[in-house]
């Protein structure tokens, strides 16, 4: 295969292109995304799925999708079609989509070629004990006493595990390397432990299971991985990866690239934690458009495209970093300034009525549904006696550059005419409850005083033809900007879910703000869920899942300005 032609844009590409230039790799790429169904994939894992997919296509390979489903406690089948869903909104499609639990047989059947090599044994070691043996990172561990017991013990063990004759964390079977090495996880690691469980794909065919770092090297050799790109974590692992594929003898040589893991500010990239969200009610589902989950951010209104951007910015290195929520939102709004058509929305209304325009008159004005884009047409909004604008644009005791509406001053509503407000209406405690204005009849595009200036140009709707809808507005989830991501591996102590202290102490509450009482312009009545618009000075809105006919509800993905500069 001829790659002089292809350009590198990271140095994970740039080691698949040396692999092919010196002939490692002689056939095509082939690479593999391994979610484990235990819950909803997040913008973390999409990293993941963008360098898996995005590698092979650039050099013309296929990526698989394979279920890393060989730790049966948390999998579910509800994940499994949330990711596929997942995937395919990102634009990508796999090779193969496979499941780690299909290879148990051949990887049962591998174990037991290792203890016959003399590579693995049986142990009789409590968790507590093991432990123990291990030493530190200071300390070499001990061997334990089973160590060296006959392969022919090992094995009848090993088919008595697997019938089911012993309970969970009594027996397991270890790897036969190193108990001093320096790297911890080449010290007889565990690669097989009995779990009386059943699992989502084998019923109840299995009560043992293998560990990730027996089973990944195996099905990435089974499946012809050339590359095999997970995030830094896994980077101590490397050596124990490259043990079980060479003692395998498998015919593939799949190689592991570790990259950096992504963490966003105000983000907690971790399933344990989002699941913990969900399961405790501080959020509505694993959707919860504040969520960092894909689909939290589908519902929340971003595009493929502004993720994809958004990674493709971000980039893949080799160190860990921390990238700013900013950049995200930068990214969506980018996008959606291109992509949404214009409406008015008015979250937080005061009545205008206009003095001097016949009650029951609607006039349809015509407006372009975007500034830049006259092919994406032109709408009808409606015009009439009674408006409605946002009770922030104005203000009774107004300052000189207060260029909004007050007594005696004039604004313009956006696509329509120059309105003055000639005087008030107050309830009986005194608050302001309606506006009376005068309305330039000459102001209007088109007519002789179409360009007379005005300081302001104010959002509004037209009251009887609007439609009542509800906006929920997102802040930050969590108050502190970084937040140390637990990442565990799988032979890591694994008990109890690590209760940080802050846990809740760091949730904002506050985080969503529901208008109750808002309005869009009529126009916008057949909306459709995912629908996005730019609501003028107000942001981009998506259409949310929980609209009925009669009360749509509206996301807002993001405000209009960010004080984020993108390099
Ligand atoms: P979590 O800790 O959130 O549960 P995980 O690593 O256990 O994540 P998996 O479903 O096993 O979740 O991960 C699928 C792939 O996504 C793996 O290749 C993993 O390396 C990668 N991945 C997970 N989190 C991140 C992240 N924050 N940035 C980049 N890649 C990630
Ligand atoms: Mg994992």
């Known amino acids: 295969m001829d790659v002089s032609n292809i350009n590198t844009t990271n140095f994970i590409e740039d080691f698949v292109k040396q692999d092919i230039e010196e002939g490692a790799v002689t056939g095509s790429i082939q690479t593999r995304f391994p979610p484990e169904p235990n819950g909803y994939i997040h913008i973390g894992h999409v990293k993941a799925m963008y360098v898996d997919f995005s590698v092979a296509q650039k050099f013309g390979g296929k990526c698989n999708l394979r279920f890393d489903d060989t730790n049966p406690s ?19 499609d ?19 070629e290792f203890i016959k090599k003399g590579l693995a044994y ?14 530190t990172l200071t300390k070499p561990g001990k061997n334990s006493p089973y160590r060296d017991r006959p392969v022919e013990e090992s094995l009848d063990l090993f088919e008595r595990m697997k019938n089911g004759e012993f309970a969970d964390g009594t027996l397991t079977l270890r790897a036969k390397i190193d108990m001093a ?10 690669i097989y432990r009995i779990m009386h469980k059943k699992h989502h794909q084998t019923g109840d065919k299995w009560c043992i299971y293998p560990m990730y770092d027996f089973a990944h090297p195996i099905q990435d050799c089974i499946e012809g991985i050339t590359h095999s790109l997970c995030s830094l974590e896994y980077e101590i692992h490397r050596p124990l990866y490259n043990w079980v594929r060479d003692n395998a003898g498998l015919p593939a040589h799949p190689r592991q690239i570790e990259f950096a893991r992504l963490n966003i500010t105000h983000t907690k990239l971790s399933k344990r934690y989002l699941r913990r969200l969900v399961e405790e009610h501080f959020v509505s589902g694993w959707d919860d458009p504040r969520m960092p989950t894909l689909c939290g951010l589908r519902r929340r209104g971003y595009t493929p495209a502004s993720i994809h951007d958004f990674l493709r910015r971000v980039g893949i290195a080799k160190a860990d970093s921390v990238v700013d929520i900013q950049l995200l939102e930068h990214c969506v709004r980018e996008d959606l300034n291109e992509s949404a058509p214009r409406a008015m929305a008015v979250l937080d209304p005061i009545k205008v009525t206009l003095t001097n325009w016949d ?16 092919e994406m047409g032109e709408r009808e909004v409606a015009f009439g006696k009674h408006l409605l604008i946002e009770r922030e644009d104005f203000m009774e005791d107004a300052p000189k550059k207060f260029f909004r509406l007050a007594p005696g001053r004039e604004v313009r509503l956006k696509a329509a005419y120059i309105i003055k407000c000639e005087d008030v209406v107050k309830d009986e405690n005194g608050n302001i409850i309606e506006l009376l204005c005068s309305v330039d009849l000459d102001t209007i595009s088109g007519s002789e005083g179409a360009d007379r200036k005005v300081k302001g140009t104010l959002h509004w709707v037209e009251e009887t033809t609007a439609q009542k809808i509800e906006v929920r507005l997102y802040d930050y989830m969590l108050k502190e900007e970084e937040n140390e991501d637990e990442v565990e591996l799988e032979d890591e102590e694994e008990t109890e879910v690590p209760v940080k202290k802050d846990f809740t102490d760091d949730f904002k509450y506050e985080s969503i703000k529901v208008m109750k009482n808002a309005y869009i312009e009529g126009a916008l009545k057949n909306a459709k869920v995912g629908d996005h618009f730019q ?20 996301n807002r993905t993001v405000s209009l300005k960010g004080s984020y500069k993108p390099e």
């Open 74 to 92: 948390k999998e579910d089948n509800e994940f499994v079609e949330a990711i596929q869903e997942d995937i395919h909104w990102m634009g990508f």
């Open 535 to 554: 609501f003028m000075r107000q942001g981009y809105f998506v259409v949310d899942k929980d609209s009925t006919a009669e009360l749509p509800v509206y």
């Open 122 to 135: 049986v142990d009789e070691l409590t968790p507590e004990q093991m432990k123990e043996y291990r030493g």
């Open 94 to 112: 796999w090779d193969k989509c496979v499941y780690g639990s299909s290879y148990f047989d051949k990887t049962y059947e591998l174990a037991v």
């Open 359 to 374: 009650e029951g008159k609607i006039v349809y004005l015509k407006t372009e549904n975007h500034p830049n884009h006259p």
């Open 181 to 190: 090495s320096p790297n911890i996880c080449m010290r007889d690691p565990t």
